[in-house]
């Protein structure tokens, strides 16, 4: 009915195989345990381990110190001193000594998550044992499935070809959208669901998450499970459609981007791939390079702006237009090398920018002194 | 003055005269013992509740057993006597002999719980109010003589205290009279030699828990408690010999077809995400136990490198290799390639 294809068993109970055994291990231990010798390796147990950046982040954010202070310490004093600087917080804190926490390692002995302890953890066999459930209580089809080689995170996208999930936009005829959900776990944040949307012109996906229908589910004990569906089956009362999403798509469709949000997005899908050397090659979904070269050809080059003079640029395409060129890109066969776990953080990634409060350009208004020639544009910028 | 000297007279004649047991003592092992199947049987109403009252989990029979007591406590308002005369209904119609010793109500307060609950008009119902003059201990032996399977007592208090009034017994004596009463009746020791199982509905101390003796806990098969959670009410068991304990079966009092509304949907969801949890639970110990295992296998293969690190410097400097041979040989072991290995473009992994 929707024209999405959904997953088969087969290629889906393949990906559940894979998630399962490329899974992170995890173990609570107590944080006086841990040590910090430099953002790159940690020792605890008495052994010099690697760790991961997210990792890292992981542990201040729960010694609750902001990365950009302990960076500038290390700026300041040296990488030792940053180290000691980190673990005598971590050890002066109140309680410290009946604290614990969860260290989350990849098959190849490097820690890539670290949470409270029984937070922010939640198996892959759990995870989708909740998945099975929710797809039969909601009658829900998997559409993508994608599994982070790495740690086993996972990221599902799933449809439910009711009529509720069938909506368009008044005004707007030819968008039409179907609801669904995603649903996403890894070894820093747990288990997550959030909506997703499926524009059925050209059957790109995105994945809503500003639009308070962000589900987490951090552990499993203390009535967490009944709370996370219980939230669940509210969204599922309007057929899992965000709200507020139609809304955020008049206004990006009434907006241009800013080169600042054009950039954004280019550099993020440029990140995604492989042999994405420039962003020229990037024109067929996002026309940055294009853009660049019209501020150029008068006289203004984007690479001189400062990041607050790139928001207050505007460009030649929609906010609507950005975000429908990322999650194209995000959905379909691109001709590049494209991690599937990638693609569906690309999707994510584009919800947030369509869940932004306010875009760029959103509150500019036309002024008796917009229409000036490119000449005075230059004398303009001369000062 | 004449009665306390008599009274004191009385306990000094007492306290002389050595105390004999009036029964031999039985004791026996249990391969002597005899027991009648009947008294396993289960009054099984059909309902969640019946479930959380007893379950036997390798028959899969369930109702609150021939035999057994219970006590309940509960908020004001909760519920508590339209509850629990809603099992007695139940098992009425099932084919149980069920009483309902009210010390509380009146016949005219009841009348509001028949509009509600049309279902509740086929109980035997003993008002003790209406015997006011009569003496309690007698009346409820009588009562009680003629056997039943399924009796309800509200509350557990007001019966004691009709028994200090009309019989003058002390509190205590009150409940071990009560107690005694119902440890006969669970023998089957009355005419129809059914094997009485009881309900008693206990007041609640201002802290909110049970009031009563520890021997009337030890004498109960199980305690529960009612009560409001927001705009939901729900019943939990605290202690319970024959079925579940710390699980919340929500209901609804607003009558549906003349029946309470049982939330049995969310106490089968809670089952299973308490099942779930339980799992998450033996998953994370084995997750645990994996990664022991993964460091000290990277710790034996980190040795294991080191000591190849160790022999190619020392055969490169011994000039039993050269620097392109030594480099193939480094660039083998893992630690190398684990150096070179992308990072995931995004932070969240």
């Given at each position: 009915m929707s024209g999405i294809t959904s997953l088969s068993d087969e290629l889906f109970n393949q990906r559940k195989r894979e998630a399962l055994n490329s899974e992170a291990k995890f173990k609570t231990i107590p944080m006086y345990d841990l040590e910090l010798v430099d953002m790159q390796h940690v020792i605890f147990e008495g052994r010099k381990v690697g760790i991961t950046r997210a990792a890292v982040k992981g542990l201040f954010k729960i010694l609750n110190i902001p990365e950009k202070i302990v960076l500038r310490f290390e700026q300041a004093t040296s990488v030792e001193g940053m180290a000691k600087f980190v673990n005598m917080l971590k050890n002066s804190m109140k309680n410290s000594s009946d604290m614990s926490i969860t260290l989350v390692a990849n098959a190849q002995g490097q820690i890539v998550a670290i949470n409270s302890a029984g937070k922010g953890v939640i198996t892959n066999e759990s995870f989708f044992d909740i998945v099975e459930r929710l797809a039969d209580n909601h009658k829900l089809t998997p559409i993508d499935f994608s599994v982070n080689p790495d740690t086993g995170a996972v990221a599902i996208n799933a449809i439910n070809e009711g009529d509720g999930s069938f909506f368009g936009i008044s005004g707007l005829k030819d968008e039409k959208f179907m609801s669904g959900i995603t649903l996403l776990n890894s070894p820093n944040k747990g288990m997550a669901l959030k909506t997703y949307v499926n524009r059925l012109s050209?059957?790109?996906?995105?994945?809503?998450?500003?639009?308070?229908?962000?589900v987490p589910l951090p552990t499993l004990d203390g009535g967490a499970l009944e709370k996370f569906y219980g939230q669940v089956d509210e969204l599922a009362k309007n057929g899992f459609q965000p709200n507020g999403f139609t809304d955020a798509v008049r206004r990006a469709i009434g907006t241009k981007a800013s080169y600042a949000e054009l950039e954004k997005i280019a550099n993020a899908i440029q990140k995604s791939g492989k042999s994405i050397d420039d962003i020229y090659m990037l024109n067929k979904w996002i026309p940055l390079a294009e853009t660049m070269d019209s501020y150029k050809r008068a006289g203004i080059d984007p690479l001189t702006m400062s990041q607050a003079q790139k928001k207050n640029a505007s460009t030649g395409t929609t906010v609507w237009q950005a975000i429908n060129g990322m999650t194209h890109f995000a959905t379909h066969n691109n001709g590049f090398e494209v991690k599937d776990y990638n693609r569906r953080i690309l999707q994510k990634t584009a919800g947030d920018v369509l869940a932004k409060k306010s875009f760029d350009m959103e509150n500019q208004i036309v002024t008796p002194y917009d229409n000036i020639s490119i000449e005075d544009i230059q004398a303009k910028n001369a000062f | 003055m004449a009665e306390r000297t008599r009274k004191r007279n009385s306990r000094k004649a007492k306290a002389a005269t050595p105390r004999k047991l009036s029964v031999k003592p039985n004791v026996g092992t249990l391969a002597e013992h005899t027991y009648d199947p009947k008294q396993f049987e289960h009054m099984d109403t059909g309902t969640v509740l019946a479930r959380l009252f007893a379950h036997n989990k390798s028959t899969g029979e369930q109702g609150i057993q021939r035999a057994t007591n219970y006590i309940g406590i509960g908020d004001p308002g909760v519920g508590k006597t339209t509850v629990l005369l809603e099992y007695l209904a139940d098992a009425q119609k099932l084919g149980a002999k069920t009483l309902f010793i009210s010390g509380e109500m009146t016949r005219t307060d009841m009348k509001e719980y028949l509009d509600r609950f049309p279902k509740f008009k086929t109980i035997p119902i003993l008002f003790l109010g209406e015997y006011c003059d009569e003496p309690t201990d007698l009346l409820l032996e009588e009562v009680l003589a003629e056997g039943y399977d399924l009796v309800l007592g509200d509350s557990f208090v007001e019966i004691q205290e009709a028994l200090v009034d009309t019989c003058k017994m002390r509190t205590k004596a009150a409940e071990k009279f009560i107690i005694d009463l119902m440890l006969k009746h669970n023998a089957g020791h009355n005419h129809g030699k059914h094997y009485t199982s009881f309900i008693y509905i206990q007041q609640m101390t201002k802290g909110g828990t049970f009031v009563g003796s520890n021997k009337l806990k030890h004498n109960t098969t199980g305690m529960f408690e009612l009560r409001h959670e927001g705009n939901s009410k729900y019943l939990e068991f605290s202690k319970n010999r024959r079925g579940d304990m710390g699980k919340r079966l929500y209901y609804d009092l607003e009558a549906i077809d003349g029946n309470i509304n049982w939330n049995e949907a969310r106490f089968l969801r809670d089952e299973e995400n308490r099942e779930q949890a339980q799992k998450e639970k033996a998953l994370a110990?084995?997750?645990?136990?994996?990664?022991?295992?993964?460091?000290?296998k990277k710790d034996a293969l980190d040795e294991q490198e080191s000591e190849i690190k160790s022999s190619v410097a020392k055969r490169l400097m011994s000039g039993e290799i050269d620097e392109v041979e030594a480099i193939k040989e480094?660039?083998?072991?893992?630690?190398?390639?684990?150096?070179?290995?992308?990072?995931?473009?995004?932070?969240?992994?």
């Open positions: 050209c059957a790109n996906g995105i994945t809503t998450t500003g639009f308070n229908e962000d | 110990e084995k997750s645990a136990n994996d990664f022991d295992t993964l460091f000290k480094l660039n083998k072991l893992t630690s190398v390639q684990l150096e070179d290995a992308a990072e995931s473009v995004t932070e969240d992994i």
